[in-house]
């Protein structure tokens, strides 16, 4: 069993920042990698971004590319999402997730946090 909880999330201006963190506990030397997604009111969960657990590899959506940075802490069994020039449509329920395997560029996760709200005023 894995565990995840997000951190990070509120209310932020357009063109600011953020940084989301997901705190992973349980059998954390079995994951291969580590996503996020994220949910808009009224939208299906779209996947954002992903990192290889082990070599730090990274997959983004062609939508965040640019302004989405995804790392990892090892050490500390977190993943960072950091989220720059905010916009009104980045407004969404951000979850992280954990795979057993590849691949990562999909939605067939193994174990899902919480979600943390991330909300863009105009």
């Known amino acids: 069993q894995v565990q995840l909880v997000e951190s990070g999330g509120g209310l932020v201006q357009a063109g600011g920042s953020l940084r989301l963190s997901c705190a992973a506990s349980g059998r954390t030397f079995s994951i291969y990698g580590m996503g996020w997604f994220r949910q808009a009111p009224g939208k299906e969960r779209e996947f954002v971004a992903a990192?290889?657990?082990?070599?730090?590899?990274?997959y983004y959506a062609d939508s965040v590319k640019g302004r989405f940075t995804i790392s990892r802490d090892n050490a500390k069994n977190t993943v960072y999402l950091e989220i720059n020039s905010l916009k009104p449509e980045d407004t969404a329920v951000y979850y992280c997730?954990?795979?057993?395997?590849?691949?990562?560029?999909?939605?067939?996760?193994?174990?899902w946090g919480q979600g943390t709200q991330v909300t863009v005023s105009s």
């Open positions: 990192i290889t657990w082990s070599t730090g590899r990274t």
């Open positions: 997730a954990a795979k057993w395997g590849p691949p990562l560029m999909t939605s067939n996760y193994d174990y």
